[in-house]
């Protein structure tokens, strides 16, 4: 897939479907703002699309992330999911030509 739209999409997809599936393994009641964390992600992620602002892209990403490791780094469905939706997401802004994750500096020899 190398349209920017399918990767969106796709990540979309798997947010949404990250809100339905269980998030067992986690601490008591870490599952909760877990979701919280996916809702989050989905709105800021959809606000930045829309407004062209990468800034509110890199915060759903960070959302997504915290959703993935609150509670623990134990694999299930929900944070599996949820993680999956986070690297669409890099793929789909790196097929449009975004910056989303700082690029690293190359430095030449000095001698």
């Known amino acids: 897939?190398?349209?920017?739209?399918?990767?969106?999409?796709?990540?979309?997809?798997?947010?949404?479907?990250?809100?339905?599936?269980?998030?067992?393994?986690?601490?008591?009641?870490?599952?909760?703002?877990?979701?919280?964390?996916?809702?989050?992600?989905?709105?800021?992620a959809v606000g930045g699309l829309r407004t062209g602002r990468d800034s509110l892209l890199r915060a759903a990403l960070g959302a997504a992330v915290v959703g993935v490791l609150l509670g623990g780094v134990q694999a299930s469905?929900?944070?599996?999911?949820?993680?999956?939706?986070?690297?669409?997401?890099?793929l789909g802004c790196r097929a449009a030509g975004r910056?989303?994750?700082?690029?690293r500096q190359v430095r030449g020899s000095a001698g």
């Open 1 to 44: 897939m190398s349209s920017p739209r399918g990767w969106y999409l796709a990540a979309g997809g798997l947010a949404v479907a990250a809100l339905g599936l269980p998030w067992t393994g986690q601490l008591p009641g870490a599952a909760s703002p877990a979701r919280v964390a996916v809702v989050a992600g989905l709105l800021l």
């Open 77 to 90: 469905p929900g944070r599996l999911a949820l993680a999956a939706a986070a690297a669409c997401l890099v």
């Open 99 to 103: 910056r989303l994750l700082p690029a």
